[in-house]
């Protein structure tokens, strides 16, 4: 080492002057809109935790009484993902709505095929929010491209008011309210505000799992100053989702030189041009992360990427590449080290990674576990019982024995 | 890339002005092109410039420039190769290549554009799964055939399907044909949405057969919520 | 009614206008905040001018020596304005040093040279880890090293086989706010290239650019001979992303002449980073009630042909405070400053 005193990063952190946001907040113009009787705020409700976006602005995430507006992708095909969501805000004895009047935000749809246009997507997100108003609970969006998308409606809606004239029309031919929510909240930062509530809850020891973690495109790209940066996470460099929460869980986060990669979902790519989001997800993420960083699990926020991360990995061994590693969201993680069954309510049956060294380095019996699930099934396919319960889904063989 | 004036000559100038200005009529147009420094930073984080000759900075140079001509070519050869991800939004003139390429895929589609067309060729099913019945993708699309590359665990999938959902704690996930239980009140909603914003009309141009599928869908369910007034 | 002139801020501009003043034999009261003389090249550890390699302390020295011990010149260092009142020909300032101790100057002008402070590259629109990366340094950081004569990795140490320069860090960004261009930081990143490769003449250096902004004599002076003498590497096209691979930094960016991405390891990054407005420019403005401009610099109303007058009569500005200045700029601005300062207090006696 030289004896030059050079800055290095704790002395830098030491010395680093707080400065004004850049960019204008997009919530001061929707609140002065709502003076100038254009719409209804929708309130963030009380309790909620403030956090730090990107240029150090304070964010509200609210904790309970919220609008579930699901995912398709997640609901339709890792349905292990919502599940995990709706049982952590059990878990924490939150009341919330899970809604049938909610549609998709169509975003898939949209950067797919653009089969739609700036008016309808405004119209899309405004009825779910106009929804949610109606029954007094406040929306937290699945999807990372729900939230993106909704962040640029937003945008739009503020800026350009002969699109917000023509929404509000359709919305009062609707019959519903013209209503812009105080903040748009992804539910990953509900996890994010909520991550010392599950380590305070956890009963495994993930001291020995190493998490690389896959950050959304659309959650911090679009907008990039609504999204929480954390001091105490990669300097505030990066954004600290997910990362916070498997670190308060006590895993092992390791980095990998493609963080900031996309995935390579590309929406309409990965439905019929899935050559380029296979050869983009093998070679520039899971390779990348198997080589560098030795993962037990890649732990992503969103939809797309679980899919993308997930799914990719098959066609890849077949060609002899360096992959095969479990993908899952945060939530199921949190889930897991809660101890949720990791079939009946984080349902890793519909994964096609393997992740069954995973949960045996967790310390979870999957063998007792998977025996439990196909029990549960079979009551379902004689008949015994049309659907899995939540109290179904927290019993186990174990929990039983205890007395639980 | 080629000489912009060697391609698609068939097609006259005056045809390639007009889908020009229908994209700088768009009101986001304004918003997602200041100038351009050239300086590549789109470039550096597009994940589709790794794999195709694609290049968002090239995009939003033709824009800057007005260049008519290469515009008509990127709007045919180039903008659906975009993964739509917007790492280029990082852009410190303050561009937003990938909403240009969004604001010329709708000038494309409302155009009827024949390659559009194939670049959507095979995903009319997912079209009409969001539009008819509110989510995007369902539980039976799950199917091996329709992703081959996905292995064998889809037929598991597959074959299980129904008592796997029924295995599912949430109420609104006990469903098929959908990702989850949408009312009947809130597709008739999302029908008079997609009316009113002219939607159809732009599946219509791309899609024939398709809209009339749609249009049948929806005619029924719209009359009987009351929406009739299109 | 004073004929005395009152400067703010020891630095180049301020110690050119106080020498200018005293001069001309009008009575000047240069105030300073820290304890010595020589402003940001001496607070940074500048090592070497640009263009001429001059070494920075002796440039300042001789600077130093024309207001140090003279009767024209009441020194204040360890001071800051904190409260003014009056107005062209009788202004009225408070002084506050270190210890809280308050005493009232007069002056009938004042020149305000209080400087600029270096971006912070942790605000940056791109993605450079500086708070991540030991070895992602800022050119600050750099001249400190260069002003021993040496060039390591903070990291390890060790002598850096490849360093790159990315330019245009916190300027000419329309989200960051500071759209403008900062002007001498293609020279000082050229300067530094060729400072590095004569102590590492084994290293490979680079510098990713989106234009050379290279005006006069330094197209000649430093351009040209950090690519003919030096074989330094320019490449057009700037850098998106650093990360950490094989214990080395790696860099996104686009080699917009070969139209393709482009990843690269290296050892050690610079970071160009630009210019805004210091605290003190702020804070002495608001004080005097000096327009500023969106930036936060002082607003310069005559602009191009008068760059020294502010919005308030009386109260001139010379260097940084004003927006991106280089060395000529500011003692040029000095020297007119000057001028306009001692003919105002001079008029004012005479009526």
């Not at chain 1, 989702?241 to 498997?246: E, F, H, I, L, N």
């Not at chain 2, 147009?29 to 090239?58: M, N, Q, T």
Request: proline share 5%.
């Amino acid at each position: 080492m030289s004896g030059i005193p050079l800055p290095i990063v704790q002395e830098r952190l030491e010395r680093r002057r707080p400065a004004e946001p850049p960019t204008e907040d997009i919530r001061e113009k929707v609140f002065e809109l709502e003076a100038a009787g254009e719409w209804i705020v929708h309130r963030v409700p009380e309790p909620y935790t403030e956090v730090t976006t990107k240029y150090g602005r304070i964010k509200k995430i609210p904790h309970e009484g919220l609008w579930h507006h699901k995912s398709c992708g997640q609901c339709g095909h890792i349905p292990g993902y919502s599940t995990s969501i709706f049982w952590l805000m059990r878990h924490l004895g939150f009341e919330y709505e899970d809604p049938k009047d909610q549609t998709s935000c169509t975003a898939w749809n949209y950067y797919a095929s653009a089969t739609s246009n700036s008016a309808a997507q405004a119209a899309v997100a405004l009825r779910n929010f106009g929804a949610a108003y109606q029954s007094e609970h406040f929306p937290l969006i699945h999807c990372g491209t729900s939230y993106g998308h909704y962040k640029d409606v937003r945008e739009e809606l503020v800026h350009h008011a002969e699109l917000r004239a023509k929404v509000r029309k359709i919305m009062d031919h609707l019959g519903r309210p013209f209503v812009m929510p105080e903040e748009i909240v992804h539910y990953s930062e509900w996890v994010y505000a909520m991550r010392n509530e599950f380590a305070a809850r956890q009963v495994l020891d993930l001291s020995e799992v190493t998490v690389t973690v896959h950050p959304a495109c659309h959650y911090h790209k679009l907008i990039v100053e609504d999204a929480i940066y954390d001091p105490d996470i990669y300097g505030g460099q990066r954004t600290a989702v997910v990362t916070a929460v498997a670190k308060a869980l006590g895993a092992t986060v390791a980095d990998y030189s493609t963080w900031f990669d996309c995935c390579g979902f590309g929406f309409r790519h990965i439905l019929v041009q899935r050559d380029f989001t296979r050869s983009f997800a093998t070679q520039r993420k899971i390779e990348v992360m198997v080589e560098e960083a030795n993962p037990d699990v890649v732990l992503t926020h969103d939809t797309g990427c679980v899919t993308t991360l997930d799914q990719s990995q098959f066609s890849a061994r077949a060609h002899e590449r360096k992959v095969g590693v479990p993908v899952m969201s945060e939530a199921q993680f949190a889930a897991l080290a809660m101890g949720a069954h990791p079939y009946k309510v984080c349902q890793l049956h519909w994964h096609n990674t393997e992740s069954r060294p995973l949960l045996e380095k967790m310390g979870i019996d999957w063998k007792e576990r998977w025996a439990e699930f196909e029990e549960e099934v079979s009551m379902l396919e004689a008949g015994e019982k049309d659907f899995l319960t939540w109290d179904d889904a927290d019993r186990t063989a174990t929990a039983a024995s205890a007395g639980v | 890339m080629t000489l912009a004036a060697h391609t698609y000559t068939e097609v006259p100038y005056e045809e390639k002005l007009r889908l020009f200005d229908e994209m700088r009529a768009d009101p986001r147009y304004e918003d997602y092109l200041y100038g351009c420094y050239e300086c590549g930073i789109c470039v550096a984080a597009c994940p589709s410039a790794r794999f195709y000759d694609f290049s968002p900075r090239k995009i939003t140079q033709a824009h800057a420039r007005q260049d008519v001509e290469l515009v008509f070519e990127q709007l045919n050869d180039d903008v659906w190769n975009c993964s739509q991800c917007f790492s280029c939004t990082r852009c410190p003139r303050g561009n937003n290549p990938g909403g240009l390429i969004t604001v010329m895929r709708e000038v494309a589609v409302g155009n009827g554009l024949g390659t559009a067309r194939d670049a959507l060729e095979g995903y009319g099913r997912v079209v009409y799964k969001i539009m008819g019945t509110g989510t995007q993708v369902s539980p039976d699309m799950l199917q091996p055939n329709a992703f081959p590359d996905w292995g064998p665990h889809v037929k598991e999938i597959s074959d299980h399907l129904e008592t796997w959902r029924r295995a599912l704690q949430p109420e609104t996930l006990h469903t098929t044909t959908t990702a989850w239980e949408v009312d009947d009140r809130t597709v008739a909603e999302l029908y008079y949405i997609w009316y009113a914003t002219g939607v159809m009309e732009m599946i219509e141009e791309v899609d024939e057969g398709l809209h009339e599928i749609l249009e049948d869908v929806m005619e029924e369910v719209l009359e009987e919520a009351g929406f009739d007034d299109l | 009614m004073s004929d005395a002139v009152l400067v703010i801020g020891g630095g180049p501009a301020g110690l050119e206008a106080a020498r200018s003043v005293a001069d001309l034999g009008t009575q000047v009261i240069l105030v300073e905040k820290r304890n010595r003389l020589g402003g940001t090249p001496d607070e940074a550890g500048y090592a070497a001018l640009t263009p001429n390699f001059e070494p920075t302390q002796e440039a300042l020295d001789r600077m130093r020596a024309r207001v140090v011990d003279r009767p024209e010149v009441t020194l204040r260092l360890g001071s800051s304005v904190v409260e003014a009142s009056g107005e062209a020909g009788a202004f009225e300032v408070t002084l506050e040093d270190a210890g809280g101790g308050r005493s009232t100057v007069e002056a009938g002008a004042v020149i305000m040279a209080t400087g600029f402070q270096h971006f912070d590259p942790g605000r940056e629109t791109q993605m450079y880890g500086y708070y991540e990366f030991p070895d992602v340094i800022t050119l600050v950081d750099a001249e400190k090293m260069l002003s021993e004569h040496h060039f390591v990795r903070p990291s390890n140490g060790e002598e850096p086989k490849s360093v790159a320069f990315i330019q245009c860090v916190g300027s000419r960004d329309r989200r960051l706010g500071n759209e403008y261009c900062s002007k001498v930081c293609c020279g000082i990143s050229s300067k530094q290239a060729i400072e590095i490769r004569r102590i590492l003449p084994d290293a490979r250096v680079y510098i990713f650019y989106i234009d050379m902004r290279m005006y006069g004599y330094w197209e000649n002076q430093i351009y040209w001979p950090a690519q003919e003498e030096y074989h330094v590497n320019y490449v057009r096209g700037i850098v998106t992303e650093i990360v950490e691979k094989g214990g080395r930094l790696l860099m996104k960016g686009e080699d917009t002449t070969m139209g393709r991405p482009l990843e690269v390891p290296m050892d050690v990054i610079i970071l160009a980073v630009g210019m805004e407005p210091s605290q003190e420019t702020r804070n002495v403005a608001s004080v005097f009630g000096v327009p500023q401009n969106k930036y936060g610099f002082v607003h310069v109303p005559g602009e191009p042909m008068d760059a020294v007058s502010t919005g308030v009569a009386g109260v001139f500005v010379a260097g940084a405070a004003a927006g991106p200045k280089d060395l000529e700029d500011s003692v040029s601005m000095a020297g007119a400053a000057a001028v306009k300062a001692v003919s105002l207090v001079r008029r004012q006696g005479a009526a």
